[in-house]
């Protein structure tokens, strides 16, 4: 059984950084494309970042030119570095890595941000 471990969530002013990290517990194969989503209080659960296979990314309009994604396959884990923050950027935050068959889901981490 796959399991995806998330860390790096915690408590930050506004303008401040973060660095989100998904670790598979261990190697899957024909991953497709790893994201993340975000679910704040009250709202659906929305997209924030995905990277394929082939390195090509895609963010949501909210956080795009603050956050990054990318990925080290070596260590079979997904990353997102999350600059200038912003309260409405208070979330929990969920990863998934992507087969043709399976998603594989994180357990989510707590972001907040404060004013």
């Known amino acids: 059984q796959v399991q995806l471990v998330e860390s790096g969530g915690g408590l930050v002013q506004a303008g401040g950084s973060l660095r989100l990290s998904c670790a598979a517990s261990r190697r899957i194969l024909g991953i497709n494309a790893m994201g993340w989503f975000r679910q704040a209080p009250g709202k659906q659960r929305e997209l924030v970042a995905t990277?394929?296979?082939?390195?090509?990314?895609n963010y949501a309009d909210s956080v795009k030119g603050r956050f990054t994604i990318s990925r080290d396959n070596t260590k079979n884990t997904v990353y997102l570095q999350m600059n200038s923050l912003k309260p409405e950027d208070t979330a929990v935050y969920y990863c998934?890595?992507?087969?043709?068959?399976?998603?594989?889901w994180g357990q989510g981490t707590q972001v907040t941000v404060s004013s």
């Open positions: 990277i394929t296979t082939g390195g090509s990314t």
């Open positions: 998934r890595q992507s087969t043709s068959l399976y998603d594989f």
